[in-house]
């Protein structure tokens, strides 16, 4: 029998290509539960246009409980405590103006949701912060998100690095570690250096829609979903500004509402690295509002949901 | 000649399939108003199926043939040489024109880079503050279509979004940031707009 030892090599081909297609998966399922799983510290550097900044981070994982300390090595030391996805203080100007951040879940890590917008696919094998990482690419399915590219420790499945990328391919941040080890960090790791003003975390539905008329958008693009929605007083302006916060399971952005009262204000556009912002001018029965959409999205999806925000909580509940 | 032959060579003509005779036949028999009418009917119905705009009653043939009886002897074209140097002006200036348009475009583009590497560090609120000259800045890596067009809006009025952006960029951060994200990467980007 001349054939039979050419059967396991006909076999493997055969599975070859679906193991392949599986693998990038097996990933995507890694990652999702790498930050529960994992004790880890390191060094990190993030790069946008115009800007280049170096932090630290410790991450303790202790009886399914996730610790978090970040510090900023250059420029102002800004430090964050974080607990289970939680923000519990903050040092220096992160410290959030609004008084208030409304508690929301940590997202949950939906890898068919993520199927489902992207084309996850695995690159290849390569080297990061001296650890061998696996490559694998999450291209959009449509043009509302940019695509990603997340090189993972193949040892705890960690994003080590992460390029987000434009449709014409172009790097619009980096994100990349450049020294990781996995020895759990000690309590004074994990204690603030300096005064840590605790964030108050207010309840997300309290404020809602007594006074001010809920917001919501015509149209979205697939996969994204409203995660929060706050209305606070500018303590500058004492004007009351709408925000709602937008997610897809990997990009976020939100929408500021606020009335325009007289001013005549024209519409804008920037983008600052990936972030895109965009501002419209919304006539509405209650007078001349300025919609601001701020996320990491394609300029024309931003200008689109602006364009798209309507007064009334949803069309199907607006309706007696 | 039969009136259904002579309708199946304008059909043929119509369609741009009339071999050498058939169009012959067409011609000749195109001084009869019973044939243009056929043949503007069949325009109207082809106008119909292609969705084609089509202006009805235009009768172009007959008032050329109209006009051309009328007239006497065709008049001489008086061609001096003004006319050539004047057609020879207009197409330099239009050279011109496109030259200078793209120098400007190109020149904007420079003292938008320029400007940028003057001003490498600085904050999001101080260059908002600051006007429009290092808005280029920000549209530096943005699209083409968007950035000019971001840098000419922003120039022409100051006020409202200088205060407003930069805030609501920084809300975005920190909301990012601070609600329930896993990776730190938000958290990286709420620190880079606080930067310098």
């Not at chain 1, 410790?58 to 030391?77: F, I, N, S, T």
């Not at chain 1, 084309?119 to 509302?144: C, F, K, W, Y």
């Not at chain 1, 979903?225 to 302006?237: C, G």
């Not at chain 2, 084609?52 to 006497?72: C, K, M, N, W």
């Amino acid at each position: 029998m001349r054939v039979l030892p050419l059967l396991p090599l006909l076999l493997s081909g055969w599975f070859v290509v679906p193991a392949h297609a599986d693998e990038a998966q097996d990933w995507l399922k890694r990652l999702g539960q790498a930050e529960q799983q994992h004790s880890y510290q390191g060094t990190f550097v993030y790069e946008r246009n115009g800007s280049f900044s170096t932090h630290s981070i410790w991450h303790l994982v202790q009886d399914g409980k996730v610790r978090e300390r970040l510090m900023q090595l250059d420029g102002p030391a800004q430090e964050v405590i974080r607990a289970d996805g939680r923000t519990e203080c903050v040092t220096g100007k992160l410290a959030p103006r609004l008084g208030d951040v409304s508690a929301v879940a940590a997202r949950q890590f939906d890898v068919q949701k993520l199927n489902d917008l992207y084309t996850v696919a695995m690159e290849g094998n390569s080297r990061v912060a001296g650890r061998p990482v696996a490559v694998i690419s999450l291209a959009p399915r449509d043009q509302h998100r940019y695509g990603f590219e997340l090189y993972l420790d193949r040892e705890t499945g960690l994003p080590i690095k992460s390029l987000l990328l434009n449709d014409k391919g172009q790097l619009l941040e980096r994100y990349q570690f450049t020294t990781l080890t996995t020895t759990p960090p000690d309590d004074s790791q994990l204690s603030p250096a300096a005064k840590c003003q605790p964030v108050a975390q207010a309840d997300a539905g309290a404020k809602l829609g007594s006074t001010t008329q809920a917001w919501h958008s015509d149209w979205l693009p697939s996969g994204f979903e409203q995660v929060s929605s706050t209305v606070h007083r500018d303590p500058r302006t004492r004007i009351e500004v709408t925000s709602l916060l937008y997610d897809d399971g990997l990009t976020r952005f939100s929408v500021f509402i606020e009335p325009l009262q007289g001013a005549a204000v024209p519409d804008a556009r920037v983008q600052l690295g990936p972030t895109a912002a965009v501002t419209r001018h919304l006539s509405t029965p209650q007078g001349d509002m300025m919609a601001t959409v701020v996320g990491e999205i394609p300029m024309g999806t931003a200008e689109r949901i602006a364009l798209s925000m309507r007064v009334g909580k949803d069309d199907a509940q607006a309706k007696p | 000649m039969s009136r259904e032959a002579l309708q199946e060579s304008l059909s043929a003509v119509m369609d741009n399939e009339a071999d050498e005779l058939e169009l012959r036949r067409v011609l000749n028999a195109f001084d009869d108003t019973q044939t243009r009418d056929t043949w503007s009917r069949y325009q109207v119905a082809r106008a119909v199926m292609h969705k084609d705009l089509l202006i009805p009653r235009l009768d172009i043939a007959s008032a050329v043939s109209a006009a051309l009886a009328e007239e006497q002897t065709p008049a001489k074209v008086v061609r001096g040489p003004w006319r050539s140097i004047g057609r020879l002006a207009v197409a330099a200036s239009v050279t011109v024109a496109v030259l200078a348009g793209v120098r400007l475009y190109n020149q904007d583009d420079i003292v938008g880079n320029q400007l940028a590497q003057q001003n490498p560090a600085q904050s999001l609120s101080a260059p908002m503050a600051k006007g429009p000259a290092v808005l280029a800045n920000y549209s530096e890596n943005a699209d083409q279509a968007t950035g000019p067009m971001a840098n000419g809006v922003l120039q022409g009025q100051p006020g409202w979004q200088d205060q407003r952006l930069p805030g609501y960029l920084r809300q975005h951060a920190e909301q990012a940031a601070l609600k329930g994200a896993e990776s730190p990467l938000p958290y990286a980007r709420a620190a880079s707009l606080e930067n310098r």
